[in-house]
Nanobody, 115 residues
Framework: QVQLVERGGGLVQPGVSLRLSCAAS????????MGWYRQAPGKQRDLVAV???????NYTDSVKGRFTISRTNAKNTVYLQMNSLKPEDTAVYYC?????????WGQGTQVTVSS
């Protein structure tokens, strides 16, 4: 089992930055990739960004140039730096880890962008 704990969400105004973190614990060996997803009310959970063990990154088009995903050298903590936040970024953000082809999810952290 892998446990994931997200931190860093909050209520901010448009244009503000936030950094989310996700710490993995438990069976953290053999984690191939970690990523961030988000889900707004009434919508599906969508990919935001993912980083692989080889440090390849992928982003959804709506966050390219604004968000940056990174992780520690130990690869057990992943970050999402979110700049120039927009109201449409409002969602619950979930951390995901893939270990041995199995996905593990965090509990989510709320990000609200509103003026």
């Amino acid at each position: 089992q892998v446990q994931l704990v997200e931190r860093g969400g909050g209520l901010v105004q448009p244009g503000v930055s936030l950094r989310l973190s996700c710490a993995a614990s438990g069976m953290i060996s053999r984690i191939y990739a970690m990523g961030w997803y988000r889900q707004a009310p009434g919508k599906q959970r969508d990919l935001v960004a993912v980083i692989t063990a080889g440090s390849n990154t992928n982003y959804t088009d709506s966050v390219k140039g604004r968000f940056t995903i990174s992780r520690t050298n130990a690869k057990n903590t992943v970050y999402l730096q979110m700049n120039s936040l927009k109201p449409e970024d409002t969602a619950v953000y979930y951390c995901k880890a893939n270990r041995g082809g199995v996905n593990y999810w965090g509990q989510g952290t709320q990000v609200t962008v509103s003026s």
